[in-house]
C-alpha cells in the first residue's frame, strides 16, 4: 500500500482504531506507519512498552505479500502472533524452541 492523500491516512487510522480499539497514534508510530507503508526503509528504536508493535503490525496487515519480523524474544513473538490470531488476523512464527516437525512445515509454499 502506497499513501497517496488524505483519503489513505483516514483509511490507516480506521483499520488501526478497528484492530487496536485507539483513535490515535502514539507518537512516533504514526510517522513510522507512514514511513513503511509508502515504503521506506526505516530503524526504529523505542523503550519497551513505546508500542513498536503497531509499528511494524499494521504496515503488514496493509500490506501484500509476506513481512519478516526478526526478534530475539520467544516468548514476545508467542504473545504477539496469538494476540493477531485472537483477532482473525494472519500470523506465525518460528524459533528454535518450536518441534522439528512445526518448523519445517510451518512455512510450506
Known sequence: MHLHGRDDWQFVQSAFQKIWGYSNFRYPQGEIVR????????????????????????????????TLVVSPLVAL????????RDRQLPAALLHSEQPKSDRCGRFRI
Not at 50 to 63: D, E, N, R, T
Not at 77 to 84: G, I, K, R
Open 35 to 66: 514511513c513503511l507503508l509508502n515504503p521506506q526503509d526505516a530503524l526504529v528504536v523505542l523503550p519497551t512498552g513505546g508500542g513498536k508493535s503497531v509499528c511494524f503490525q499494521l504496515p503488514a496487515l496493509l500490506s501484500k505479500g509476506l
Open 77 to 84: 513473538m508467542e504473545n504477539q502472533v496469538q494476540e493477531l
